[in-house]
């Protein structure tokens, strides 16, 4: 039943989100404040539920799991704060690369290294980093991918 739930929530965002960009591309030539306010409203909508799904999709391909990409991992259900951590993490990395902080961005990326380093090295058998790893750079290039869209409108 909540599987079924966050994915109609995340459809209903991905429609908004859609939606946003034809308003823009419809009532505004690219480069005028209205398409850039639409880009960056569905550029944070985007970065939110629906790019947690996508990255969920990608760690599920990388398991080698056969479940649904909506289908909660045990180890998932444990930690679910990255539900939270991932859209924050992509939203503030949009602010601080447009705001011409890319110091701030490195900063950002590093600390979220340096804070999973000690349950990292713990591992013995390499799947966390893994995960961390793809988890995390999935995200990233999530959020390059709407700074991208944001330049572009």
């Known amino acids: 039943m909540l599987v079924s739930t966050e994915r109609g929530e995340a459809a209903a965002l991905i429609v908004l989100a859609v939606g946003c960009g034809a308003c823009a591309v419809l009532t505004a030539p690219v480069g005028t404040p209205t398409a850039r306010a639409c880009a960056v409203?569905?550029?944070?909508?985007l970065l939110g539920a629906p790019a947690n799904g996508l990255v969920s999709a990608v760690l599920?391909?990388?398991?080698?799991?056969n479940a649904s990409a909506g289908a909660l991992s045990p180890l998932v259900v444990a930690m679910r704060?990255?539900?939270?951590i991932g859209p924050l993490e992509r939203i503030l990395i949009l602010l601080l690369a447009a705001a011409g902080a890319q110091a701030a961005v490195a900063a950002v990326i590093a600390a979220k290294g340096v804070i999973r380093f000690p349950e990292i090295n713990k591992d013995q058998d390499g799947r966390?980093?893994?995960e961390f790893l793809i988890g995390s750079m999935t995200s990233w290039i999530l959020a390059v991918l709407a700074i991208a869209g944001v330049s572009v409108a």
């Open 41 to 45: 409203v569905g550029v944070v909508i």
């Open 60 to 65: 599920s391909l990388a398991r080698g799991s």
């Open 81 to 84: 704060g990255g539900r939270w």
């Open 128 to 130: 966390k980093a893994e």
